[in-house]
């Protein structure tokens, strides 16, 4: 049987990932992996992630499965969260996936059901796993330009003139804030005139919401969808847990799918469930659950906005740390657009042999593509990993 099969390439995220830990550096510094870290280098437990989970464990009188749409209080609660009032209810359906993987897995196996094959628009660059997932599903991936690696911003002009040229059968995956791996993002102005292109084109919006809260906040990060919602006829969201609730192993993602109507909404929402049933059937609950009474609980709710903030602001102080350092130092404004960035990430723009040398000489690790955690920052090194940062380049 297996005797057909090559062997397949790892994500390079988890060579890197042991390549560090093998590596006996004290100073070494780990910008690399894609989860929020906090100063000692921990990605904490939420404490409202705690208090939600011992309040389950006291209340919990089952582990009976809990449906094929999953968790329905965590879908909700989603929902209000990432759309507000910006789209009649009757019109939107749900279903919770295990993560957000999971969750846009369940939405590009409905959307190759309803367009077999259908070209999926990804931003160049995106995250590593958009195109194969694409690939694995049977529709079909494409580019459309995104990152100016000189100006290290959005070329905006470039990918609007693209998104003009796209018809009703095309899918746009968009990402709704804190794009991965670039941190360069469009403003509220270049959302509005997203929105306006998607509705003129008829052209479809798929929004990847990984990261809400983790750029400028809850209200500030959902401008994309609410915007979208409030412009198009249909479109779909995949929502994440993992990072702003800091449920990454628990697999919390909720999969929200938007139609013309209530009759069209039912159609989406019973497809949903016969996907997931014949996928892994229902997804796992704990994660979801803990989201739901967060979220439900005022207390609690504005326990996990508190900490999440703090983790935002603590990562936009990190960002102007290292560009003020790299800026001190060089008295060149060139690495400015790391305290424009926003989210977990910035993309340097650097060429591998330097990225590499960064690995190798000074123990910087980072992905390949020059992809930094801005998470991993170590405050009380800002000023040597500027040094790093600035001799590698020279
Ligand atoms: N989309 C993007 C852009 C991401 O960065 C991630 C997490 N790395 C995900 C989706 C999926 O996250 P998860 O499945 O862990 O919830």
Redo the contacts with the bound molecule.
């Keep these: 049987m297996f005797e057909t099969l090559h062997k397949a390439t790892l994500d390079k995220i988890f060579v890197l990932m042991a390549e560090y830990a093998a590596d006996p550096r004290s100073e070494k510094i780990d910008l690399g992996v894609?989860v929020y870290k906090d100063e000692t280098g921990n990605t904490p437990i939420m404490s409202a992630v705690r208090k939600a989970e011992a309040r389950i464990h006291e209340n919990a009188r089952t582990k009976t499965y809990v449906g094929v749409s999953g968790n329905r209080g965590f879908c909700n609660a989603i929902v209000d969260l990432v759309l507000a009032d910006s789209v009649d209810r009757s019109r939107v359906r749900t279903a919770q996936g295990?993560?957000?993987?999971?969750?846009?897995w369940i939405l590009i196996q409905l959307l190759n059901r309803a367009k077999p094959g259908a070209r999926v628009m990804i931003s160049d660059p995106?995250?590593p796993?958009?195109w194969p997932m694409m690939e694995l599903a049977g529709l079909t991936p494409e580019h459309y330009p995104y990152f100016d690696p000189k100006t290290r911003a959005v070329d905006f002009d470039a990918m609007l003139a693209t998104l003009d040229t796209l018809g009703p059968d095309d899918i746009v995956l968009l990402?709704a804030c804190?794009?991965?791996p670039t941190g360069a993002n469009l403003t509220e102005a270049q959302w509005d005139q997203v929105a306006a292109s998607l509705a003129r084109t008829g052209a479809f919006p798929l929004l990847?919401?990984?990261?809400l809260g983790f750029g400028d906040g809850l209200e500030a990060d959902a401008y994309a969808a609410r915007k979208l919602a409030s412009s198009v006829p249909e479109m779909m969201i995949?929502f994440?847990?993992?990072?702003n609730f800091g449920l990454?192993r628990e697999?919390?993602?909720c999969a929200i799918a938007i139609a013309r109507d209530e009759a069209g909404a039912d159609i989406v929402g019973s497809q949903m469930s016969n996907v997931i049933r014949a996928s892994f059937s229902q997804p796992p609950d704990h994660g979801a659950e803990i989201i739901r009474v967060i979220l439900e609980d005022p207390a609690l709710r504005a326990e996990w906005e508190a900490e999440l903030a703090q983790m935002r602001e603590r990562m936009k102080r990190l960002r102007v740390k290292l560009a003020e350092a790299i800026r001190k130092q060089s008295n060149a404004t060139d690495y400015d657009f790391i305290a424009e960035h926003s989210g977990m990430f910035s993309l340097l723009g650097l060429e591998r042999d330097v990225v590499e040398r960064l690995k190798t000489e000074d123990g910087v690790y980072m992905i390949n593509d020059s992809r930094i955690n801005v998470a991993g920052i170590p405050e009380d090194r800002v000023d040597a990993l500027a040094s790093h940062l600035l001799a590698a380049t020279r």
């Design positions: 894609g295990p993560g957000g993987t999971g969750a846009l995106s995250w796993n958009h990402h804190c794009h991965n990847d919401l990984a990261y995949a994440s847990g993992s990072k990454y697999r919390a993602g």
